[in-house]
């Protein structure tokens, strides 16, 4: 199922690391920053973890909430949340649903060997829960600052 902006984003139900479980459309009425990354405590993941920690202020008074989705599981991701004292939810996709409804399960290569992940990307949602906007293969050393500033524009 390809996304196709303008249209209502695929609505979902997963359990976050502050306990409980949290679905896209409890943010009805609120412009919401969906982003995919690969996996908790590697080196870019942390990066783009912390610029959204460091940017969340800047993020809510343009009326945005961030979401993180990884297909780590809620340990880890408390983990992660602590070590790192991030301010967001952060959301587990341990069976893959989201992942595949956003597309950004993608094949990938290291060292040869060739396994599925996550694609980085971000996903932008109005108050209406439409899907204004896309961004695939980010990188996460600049990704935040940029999107900042698209968002501001």
Do not use: W
């Amino acid at each position: 199922m390809a996304l196709a902006i303008g249209e209502k984003a695929p609505d979902f139900t997963l359990p976050s690391d502050g306990g409980k479980d949290i679905s896209l459309h409890d943010y009805e009425g609120q412009k919401v920053i969906l982003y995919f990354y690969p996996k908790d405590n590697t080196s870019g993941c942390t990066l783009e973890a912390k610029a959204f920690r460091d940017h969340l202020a800047d993020f809510k008074k343009l009326g945005y909430v961030v979401l993180g989705v990884s297909r780590d599981s809620i340990k880890k991701h408390c983990n992660f949340r602590d070590k790192n004292e991030l301010n967001f939810p952060l959301l587990s996709d341990e069976e893959e649903k989201v992942v595949n409804l956003y597309g950004v399960l993608k094949e990938k290569s290291m060292y040869g060997r060739k396994y599925m992940g996550i694609e980085r990307s971000t996903f932008i949602i109005d108050e209406k829960g439409n899907l204004v906007k896309e961004y695939r293969k980010v990188k996460a050393a600049s990704h935040v600052n940029d999107l900042l500033k698209d968002l501001a524009e």
